[in-house]
């Protein structure tokens, strides 16, 4: 049986539209049965057999119809959810009718899992089951490329997919899901940002001057744009999202430890432990922080440990006898762009205040093929202080000993040896040499 052979209804009185609504119904549920395609919303069958029969119906007998549809079913006055339930509304202008659209887990992209399938009709379709937490799932549809995200909670969700770009689709109604909204409404205007100013440096190219201010304006936002997350959780600590993507966030590599941490303590207790799931992202996080933190064997305060190492010419140098007034310990790499970047801020500094008492220490976290990068990188940059490495790239034993697991990393020493801070860059490290050496 085929959606050509669905029975029409002409009978002139109300009664003989409803029955023969109700039969066509069961023969559209049939074919679908038949076909393996479910639904979960009785109102998108009625909304596909209109569709489908549409030229068959009279005028009279289509208002029936509808007069009937509402009285069985209201589409739009739907039932009050209880507690557990959630009901997914999803708009789609433009995807054509009877595609099967999918709701999947996406707690693991390995064995990724489909709970549950919807017929679009008349450009929308719906999800409707219960959830007793929140959960992060995927929403795709058969023949629109590409997918999007949507927080499952107890509620009603409103979703526009807009079929062309469905990584712009949004899904409000419930609170996680409006936080969510505004992430990606935020997220998506910094990077925008980032775009323009992209395109900018792209046409100023014979404008070295411009060109250097537009630089460090993008090397400003893309740090905001790396460190948004934790700055965004912060605004919503009572939001079960928050937690996802801090878990998501720390997951990078190179993230930032004490924003990380920061932005954990402020999310709500109560939230961590709101359910089972939670807990287990809570637990998550947690052994991650540790892991981190354990690596961060040097606090502020405390003498660093010595260390020895090569120059590019094989020579044996220790930190005890090159120490300054201040010293700068700079883990880089000849292949670390963002290394690079900072590089002249380096010199910058060190043709400053050499005169008063600063050494720098580069080590860097090259490999033993790539020795020759390391000594052109030296010189194109200008590295006039002591360059060091031992050439095992990540596996360094003092960037092992020294808790390194992102470059660029600095760690600023007094002539003591005792650490004053470390991981600072950029405008943060000038002002605290500035502070220290300017006397």
């Given at each position: 049986m085929g959606p050509e052979s669905l029975i029409t209804a002409r009978a002139p009185a109300p009664e003989g539209v409803a029955k023969a609504i109700i039969v066509s119904f069961r023969c559209n549920s049939f074919f679908y049965k038949s076909i393996n395609i479910t639904s979960n919303d009785i109102c998108n069958n009625f909304k596909l057999f209109l569709y489908l029969n549409y030229s068959?119906?009279?005028?009279?007998?289509?208002?029936?119809t509808l007069l009937i549809l509402s009285s069985l079913i209201s589409c739009k006055n739907q039932p009050k959810l209880s507690n557990n339930e959630y009901l997914v509304n999803v708009k789609c202008e433009g995807v054509f009718n009877g595609l099967r659209a999918y709701l999947k887990t996406n707690t693991n992209p390995r064995s990724v899992r489909?709970?549950?399938?919807?017929?679009?009709?008349?450009?929308?379709?719906?999800?409707?089951?219960?959830i007793s937490g929140v959960e992060m799932r995927t929403l795709t549809i058969d023949g629109v490329n590409g997918q999007t995200n949507i927080i499952l909670?107890?509620?009603?969700?409103?979703?526009?997919?807009?079929?062309?770009?469905?990584?712009?689709?949004?899904?409000?109604?419930?609170?996680?899901?409006?936080?969510?909204?505004?992430?990606?409404?935020?997220?998506?205007k910094q990077y925008n940002v980032i775009s323009n100013l992209r395109d900018s440096i792209m046409k100023l190219t014979n404008d070295p001057i411009v060109l250097n201010q537009l630089n460090k304006k993008m090397k400003s936002q893309k740090l905001l744009l790396k460190n948004f997350g934790f700055n965004f959780i912060k605004s919503y600590p009572d939001s079960d999202f928050s937690l996802t993507l801090l878990n998501s966030a720390i997951g990078q590599k190179g993230f930032d430890m004490d924003l990380a941490k920061e932005a954990y303590d402020k999310i709500n207790i109560s939230i961590k432990t709101k359910t089972v799931e939670n807990q287990i992202i809570s637990n998550q996080i947690k052994t991650k922080l540790n892991k981190v933190k354990k690596n961060e064997l040097i606090k502020i305060g405390e003498k660093v440990?010595?260390?020895?190492?090569?120059?590019?010419?094989?020579?044996?140098?220790?930190?005890?006898?090159?120490?300054?007034?201040?010293?700068?310990?700079?883990?880089?790499?000849s292949w670390c762009?963002?290394?690079?970047?900072?590089?002249?801020?380096?010199?910058?500094l060190y043709n400053e205040y050499h005169v008063k008492g600063l050494e720098i220490i580069s080590i860097s976290l090259d490999s033993e093929t790539q020795k020759s990068?390391?000594?052109?990188?030296?010189?194109?940059?200008?590295?006039?202080w002591y360059n060091i490495s031992n050439l095992k790239s990540w596996n360094d034993p003092i960037a092992q000993l020294y808790g390194v697991n992102s470059i660029p990393a600095t760690f600023i020493i007094d002539k003591d040896g005792v650490l004053i801070d470390k991981r600072l860059r950029g405008s943060q490290l000038d002002n605290k040499i500035k502070e220290l050496l300017d006397f």
């Open positions: 068959k119906l009279t005028m009279k007998t289509y208002i029936y489909i709970t549950d399938t919807a017929i679009v009709a008349n450009g929308s379709f719906s999800f409707k089951g219960e909670e107890p509620g009603e969700i409103d979703v526009t997919i807009y079929k062309d770009s469905i990584f712009s689709s949004t899904s409000v109604g419930t609170y996680n899901n409006n936080v969510f909204d505004d992430y990606k409404k935020q997220y998506k440990p010595n260390f020895s190492a090569p120059n590019s010419e094989g020579v044996m140098l220790k930190l005890n006898e090159i120490k300054g007034k201040v010293t700068i310990i700079d883990f880089w790499a762009k963002p290394c690079r970047i900072e590089n002249p801020n380096l010199v910058s990068a390391w000594i052109k990188a030296i010189e194109k940059d200008q590295l006039n």
